[in-house]
């Protein structure tokens, strides 16, 4: 009986042993790192590289943009302006928007 004692006792011991080797190993393994957050529905790092542009600099100038009411298109005159303020604000060509967003707008480029 005692040796049975004694034999549980080694084999808890070696266990708690063992957890307590894993244990800082564990700790320092790094979370993955969080998924780039969602931006409506475009790309924003490949539009901001496609433009010579850093990311931070589009969110910026985006910003500055006056979007259509919630559930409607924005009227010809929204979208003159916002083209105006994106393009000045980022240092590009209205043309040179223009290809760019529609290379990435989800329902394609627009005619």
């Known amino acids: 009986m005692r040796t049975a004692c004694a034999e549980a006792l080694r084999l808890a011991a070696a266990a ?3 957890l307590a080797a894993a244990a800082p ?3 320092q393994q790094k979370p993955p790192p969080p998924p780039p957050p969602v931006e409506g529905d475009r790309p924003v790092e490949a539009i901001a590289r496609d433009l010579g542009v850093t990311p931070e600099q589009f969110r910026e100038a985006f910003k500055k943009v006056t979007p259509a009411p919630k559930g409607q298109r924005p009227t010809p005159e929204q979208r003159a302006r916002n083209r105006k303020v994106l393009s000045e ?5 209205p043309e040179k928007l223009d290809e760019v967003m529609d290379k990435y707008r989800p329902e394609g480029p627009r005619h």
Do not use: C, M, N, T
């Not at 604000?89 to 060509?93: D, I, P, R, T, Y």
């Open 89 to 93: 604000a980022l240092g590009v060509s």
């Open 25 to 27: 190993v564990a700790a």
């Open 16 to 18: 708690l042993i063992a």
